[in-house]
């Protein structure tokens, strides 16, 4: 049974992958770090298909370094210590390099297993996680180790390696193909950066191929069929899932309804209708607000309808009210007022409510003051009356500051007329 493609397709040089310039390019840091042959434990972030396993495999080579491998979802304490077990052996005689893959697997006593020898140097360390590193590595790990950074690669650098994954196929097979136009292109943009998933695509578009020709035909069509349910990375635990939703809201509080639609298609694709949801609803009452305030019934609206038709319909009122919040005025007058009033009463900065508001019937023989002396404000011209209503202790505080905005400028003129 053969290997996959992506397997067959690893590359044995650093100047054989694709991606990651910014690291392992001429001059980059990452590549005079392994070029000097003197290695520091690194941790590797970034998304899966990057190239981290890979890179990983070749700095053990080029290092002349016994490569052990680990992974965080099925290893533990007893295969750490099988590693150190190795360590006195000639197999291990420049040292051992492990790389321990998806290290946010392993709980703070696994991490805390590996100090010691990371610490001697008799251990170097390279471990990769598709998460912040900075919230799921132990930081006694991370002190100890440099961390790089992987990205998505380019589809115009993904093409390449779709083209040579095709080559290849024709090659193992002895087949010849008859690829249509685009479909590389396709490939190498639906994939998400993700250089594995493109070599599992392009396996898959020759496996599916018409055999009744002696040249097998690779279709756009095809190509399409085999990508679509895997184009794009989403995890719901995942820092992708939280990125996603961040560049959703922050695109309609930009007023930018393009990116507010793409990012909305991204969760509907994904299926997550509630996030689509309750950020859309956020977003109206935190950004757009009083600039605005009938756009809060009017996103709950949709939103209600969104839920009742689920999904594929609900992305039509979505879009709806995502591209409304996007192109409305903005605000966060209201948001700010709040959060200020919030910060007050945790503080402990409140006080006794004022005599005249409370919910008073009558005068005990204790008070000194008769009469609660409230003053009702629809028997006053304008129905208002200068009273005081914040407690004594801030009865000069202010939360609210009027917006810039058209409506609550008008209320402002409004209330400066009545109040004089």
Known sequence: MSSPLADRLRPESIDDMVGQEHLIGAGKPLRNIIESGELPNMVFYGPPGTGKTTLARIIAKKTDRYLVKLNGTTAGTADIKEVVAQLDTLAAVNG??????????????????????????????????????????????????????????????????????????????????????????????????????????????????????????????????????????????????????????????????????????????????????????????????????????????????AQMLGLPEARIPLADAVILVATSPKSNSAYNAINTAMGDVKAGRTGPIPRQLQNMHYDGDESEVKGQNYKYAHDFDGHWVKQQYLPDAIKDRRYYEFGDNKIEQASKDYWEKIKK
């Not at 002895?174 to 695509?201: F, M, P, Q, W």
Request: contains cysteine; glycine residues 4%.
């Open 96 to 305: 051992i390099l492990l790389y321990l893959d998806e290290i946010q697997y392993f709980n703070k006593k696994q991490q805390q297993t590996l100090l010691e020898y990371i610490e001697n140097g008799r251990i170097t360390l390279i471990a990769s996680t598709t998460e912040n590193p900075y919230f799921y590595v132990y930081s006694a790990i991370l002190s100890r180790s440099t961390v790089f950074e992987f990205k998505s690669v380019s589809p115009s650098e993904i093409k390449r390696a779709v083209l040579r994954g095709f080559e290849e196929m024709a090659k193992s097979r002895n087949e010849e193909y008859d690829i249509e136009d685009g479909v590389a292109e396709h490939i190498a943009t639906a994939c998400s950066g993700d250089v594995r998933k493109s070599l599992n695509s392009v396996e898959l578009c020759v496996l599916s191929a018409d055999c009744t020709s002696p040249k097998k035909k690779i279709t756009l069509e095809s190509a399409r069929s085999l990508t679509q349910s895997s184009a794009m990375r989403y995890d719901r635990d995942s820092d992708e899932h939280y990125d996603i939703i961040s560049a959703y809201q922050k695109s309609m509080r930009g007023s930018d309804p393009d990116a507010a639609v793409h990012y909305l298609a991204r969760l509907l694709e994904a299926g997550d209708l509630p996030s689509a949801c309750r950020r859309l609803m956020v977003c109206a009452c935190e950004d757009v607000g009083l600039a605005y305030p009938q756009i809060i019934p009017i996103v709950k609206a949709a939103v209600d309808a």
